[in-house]
């Protein structure tokens, strides 16, 4: 059942909105016309922070570049309310370089030490291609948003449904963080005896060193001293993301359309929600046919169109003249398409439920892909049609 107003009120009610599902289903989209929704009708200040490193948030608001720094759009949605916008949206995208030298200068022990982490290139391809390394700083820049008490509200537009998984998972990985483990141990010397290596060793390091031909092991002992003097900071701060996350000022939404694979992948996120003791609160079901073209009293019609050489000849002559039995026959394929579609999305939307229970929205398949702001627009408008958006 569309029931916009439902969902919206539920979102209304929470300072930050994840929102989740498969590649393509419509989440960044979604969350840019849930923004807009929620700072036109309720009068919110909220904030949009994509971590989809694809632009896709920057392109969908017309805007060539997006910095981490929120920038406002009203300007850009103003045009397209027809009456003063009452709250205020803006717009970020992650950069996660950004959040971890913030972390870094956040957890590391003494200036120094910032200084020395941020310089080695291990920190650098760690931030590069760590499992996890996106995450992190996601939720590192959203705890921080979201601790500055700027806006009222701030969405999460995660990347396809396996990282906003990572993303959920993130703050677990953390608090049993794999690389602050391993280094632990590299750098235990009751265990592994790492510390005849590292700078009490110099000797040893520049022996090292010459033998692997760069100064590499002196930057990896630096890149692990440093790190592990953030590990304390790590943790609490991994405890208190799962707080926040778990918290009923937190909503999940999970976005899907109603194809096997989408919807799947929408399952297992909130499955993974469940379990996680976090809390789904809508769910959009995107690109909807319309419904009445799966409906069982279209059986009748569809079968009288598979018939297209009677269809033809009981068709007046003057039409017949204009449109030939190729055409017809094209059109009855068409059809057949499209109910059966519409029949598998029936299938599907009967087990919605599956998801838990939340406000649920379908928003239908618009006849021509709109990767700007009017689609952003025109998916608010559907997501609220109390959203008094001008027309056109
Ligand atoms: N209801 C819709 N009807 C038609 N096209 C849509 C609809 N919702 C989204 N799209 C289009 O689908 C594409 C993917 O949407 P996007 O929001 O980028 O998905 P995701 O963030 O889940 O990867 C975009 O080109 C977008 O304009
Ligand atoms: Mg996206």
Redesign the pocket.
Known sequence: MSDGRTLLDELAKREVIICG????????????ALGLALAHRYGKKVLVLTV?P?K?LAS?LGLAELGSHPTCIDSLVIPHLSEPLRGSLFAAMLNVKDAWDQAVQRYADSPQTVRRLIANPYYQSMIETFVGSQEYAALETLFQLHASGEFDCIIV?T??SKNALDIIEAPRHYSDFAGVRLISLLTSPARVGWKAFSFAAAPVSKMASRLLGSTSLAELIDFVEGFQSMNGGIQKRARSLYALLQSTRCAFIV?TTLEDVQFGEAEMFTYRLRELGMHLRGVII???LPEFLGAEDMDNVVMHARSPEDVFAGMPASTREICSLDAVENVSEMVQLLHDRAVLERKLRSTVSHLGRAAVVN??????????IE?VV??AK?ISPQTELRDG
């Open positions: 599902g498969a590649g393509g289903v419509g989440k960044t989209t979604s969350s840019a989809d694809a896709r969908a537009d990347p396809p976005v995107n690109k909807c928003v239908p398949l618009l006849p021509r892909d709109l990767s700007n689609g025109e998916i559907r």
